[in-house]
């Protein structure tokens, strides 16, 4: 009895990522305060492959947790990083968050 072969996978087509305006959104924000993604990620405490996977669509629903952490690294809302209403960025916060990373991390 001959086994019979396993049909083959279709292949999916490879489109490049879209950024989602919360990616475009927390982008901009980062740039405006002159912050890398290593430096955001670093005080969001989130890797930062995470960090510029959503600034450019890969990940397009990330985790509640991650999304605080980096609304709190910026002085803003969750609810402003999404659809762009609710607190926006403060610099004193993100300043303040960054400098306390970067003390956190010299230690």
Do not use: W
Not at 20 to 29: D, E, P, S
Not at 77 to 88: A, C, K, T
Not at 93 to 104: L, N, R
Request: hydrophobic letters at 45%; a positive charge; glycine letters at 8%.
């Amino acid at each position: 009895m001959r086994k019979r072969k396993a049909p083959a996978k279709a292949k999916r087509a490879v489109r490049p990522n879209m950024p989602t305006q919360m990616g475009v959104r927390l982008k901009a924000i980062r740039q405006a305060a002159g912050i890398s993604a290593n430096a955001l990620s670093l005080a969001a405490g989130a890797s930062h492959t995470v960090v510029t996977q959503i600034e450019t669509g890969a990940i397009v629903d990330p985790r509640a947790r991650v999304l605080g952490a980096i609304a709190k690294a910026l002085g803003c809302s969750i609810e402003y990083l999404l659809d762009g209403q609710g607190r926006p960025p403060s610099t004193r916060a993100v300043q303040a968050a960054f400098i306390s990373a970067s003390e956190a991390q010299d230690q």
